[in-house]
Nanobody, 129 residues
Framework: QVQLEESGGGSVQSGGSLRLSCAAS????????MGWFRQAPGKEREGVAC???????TYADSVKSRFTISQDNAKTIRNLQMNNLKPEDTATYYC???????????????????????WGQGTQVTVSS
């Protein structure tokens, strides 16, 4: 059973930075695509960024030029570097992964939990003004 473990959430002031990590374990073949979604209280879940083993990345318009997703050489840990954070970035961030799918705008738009095979427990990011 594949498990995703997130780390790196916390509280920062506006303009600050945080780095989230998502590590996959319990797999025979590591997931091809992995990404981040977020959900703020009272709002719908939204896709933030994704990456696949080929290195293809996709970002939500709201985080382009501020967030960078990357992966380690083994492609089992995906990181989300978040710079110039804004109060509107405050949310619970969830890591998701799929064994075979590729990162794309469609992947990132599929925010329903049923569309992705694996999900992490979530990590809180709070940005104060």
């Amino acid at each position: 059973q594949v498990q995703l473990e997130e780390s790196g959430g916390g509280s920062v002031q506006s303009g600050g930075s945080l780095r989230l990590s998502c590590a996959a374990s319990g797999y025979t073949y590591s997931p091809n695509s992995m990404g981040w979604f977020r959900q703020a209280p009272g709002k719908e879940r939204e896709g933030v960024a994704c990456i696949d083993k080929s290195g293809t990345t996709t970002y939500a318009d709201s985080v382009k030029s501020r967030f960078t997703i990357s992966q380690d050489n083994a492609k089992t840990i995906r990181n989300l570097q978040m710079n110039n954070l804004k109060p509107e970035d405050t949310a619970t961030y969830y890591c998701a992964a799929d064994p075979f799918d590729f990162c794309s705008g469609s992947w990132l738009s599929a925010t329903d939990g049923r569309y992705h095979e694996y999900w992490g427990q979530g990590t809180q990011v709070t940005v104060s003004s």
